[in-house]
């Protein structure tokens, strides 16, 4: 697959979506619904729990030969060995995160203009994460980017794009001729009682993006 398959459903975890599940049950039940990568995502884990549940991850998403991501921390994703590391604007620089990331390791970074893609582009990313694209409640800081802006940072770059922020199976269709590898979805999932359903619901609609 390439990097643009893999980038096709996008899979961010968020603990406060669980309601008393195991992450790893949760993300498994994505996985055999049709996700095609994996970001774990913990801002308030120490470092020794961050790691052990980022290792019990790498190993489950190998079964599936599917790519875990690890955010924003590199000592983490280096630990684990995880297949790549996503970083935002605030996080580490791009430049900063490549001199430092294995070869052939992948980069993803979070643009909200065309100006911050081909900056992130020129830094070495290898995808680039925009959004927030739709009202979302799972990150209180996230920036609203207009579809036209989407759009055209789709345009501007020649690395995949996927779009992230409240996307769900309403709003998705929005989305159609974005020029788009695919989409990053949470809640989507994870807020879901049956997240494999969801996943599966998601991936039949992408057919049409």
């Given at each position: 697959m390439t990097l643009r398959d893999d980038l096709t459903l996008y899979a961010v975890t968020d603990r406060a979506w669980l309601n008393g599940r195991r992450l790893v049950d949760c993300v498994e039940a994505a996985l055999q619904g049709g996700v095609t990568m994996v970001q774990l995502r913990e801002k308030h884990l120490d470092r020794a729990t961050f790691i052990a549940e980022a290792r019990a991850l790498k190993s489950l998403c190998a079964r599936y030969a599917v790519p875990l991501l690890i955010n924003d921390d590199l000592t983490v994703a280096q630990a684990v060995d995880a297949d790549g590391l996503h970083v935002g604007q605030s996080d580490l620089a791009a430049g900063t995160v490549r001199a430092q990331w294995q070869p052939g390791k992948l980069l993803g970074v979070s643009a909200q203009t065309v100006e911050t893609a081909l900056a992130a582009e020129a830094a070495g990313a290898d995808y680039l994460g925009v959004?927030?694209?739709?009202?979302?409640?799972t990150k209180a800081d996230a920036v609203d980017v207009p579809l036209a802006t989407l759009r055209a940072i789709t345009?501007?770059?020649?690395?995949?794009?996927?779009a992230i922020g409240g996307i769900d199976a309403l709003?998705?269709?929005?989305?159609?001729?974005?020029?788009l590898a695919g989409v990053a979805v949470v809640s989507a999932l994870f807020a879901a009682p049956d997240i494999t359903a969801s996943a599966q619901a998601l991936r039949r609609q992408l057919g049409a993006l």
């Open positions: 959004g927030a694209v739709f009202p979302t409640s345009q501007a770059v020649h690395i995949p794009v996927v709003t998705l269709p929005q989305l159609t001729g974005s020029g």
